[in-house]
């Protein structure tokens, strides 16, 4: 049984997606379990939309954590780690969290059987990686004046936005648009996006090699 938590840090629509396809069809609960949200932010929307659900909530603020900077990253990791713990979680779904998950933390999900290894962290990035990584994505994209953009759904490793990619999806930019209705094109493909994902990982149709995910039907 697959255990999952999705991390977010903010609206959380995303987050919201997930969840109202796995609530709402119930097509997938023999496989997977949505076990908890969980926010590094007490005030993040997320919390507000997962009031609609039979899910857990947990509020882990990073400032809770106060003693120097890379002392805190830890204490707060493991506070984190220890709810996942707790609750059995053998895979995490970013959301829209902001913040870069440790090598330690990750080493909690690596996943290996000889042919194949990953961490079993999934994160929704919004632009066609490897072009404009990091957290600006529409307005970097847009603001560069790209024709077509998109969205990337890849697992998480070391690096920032680098990770092995399972799906991603493109849009047009529209001669008109603002910035503004380029990112809401944007983001809701990505719902269909992260929530195909969430299907194809439930009925484990993947397999990586390496850079390359393979889909299996
Ligand atoms: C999305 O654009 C996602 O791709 C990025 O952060 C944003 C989160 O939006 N990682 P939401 O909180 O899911 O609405």
Redesign the pocket.
Known sequence: MKKIAIM?S??????EALLDNYFNEKNLHHKMQIKAIITDKKEAF?LERAKKFPVSCYAVPYDSCPEGRDFSKKAHERKILSILNDLEVNWIF???YMRLLSQEFLNHFYESDGESSYYRVL????SLLPSFPGISA?KDAFDYGVKISG?TVHFVDEGVDTGPILLQTSFKRESNDTLEAFSKR??SL?HKLYVNSMHIIANDNFVVHKKNVELRN
């Open positions: 977010a903010g609206s959380g629509s995303n987050a997320v970013l959301a829209g994160n929704i990035h919004p529409y969205s944007g983001l990505e």
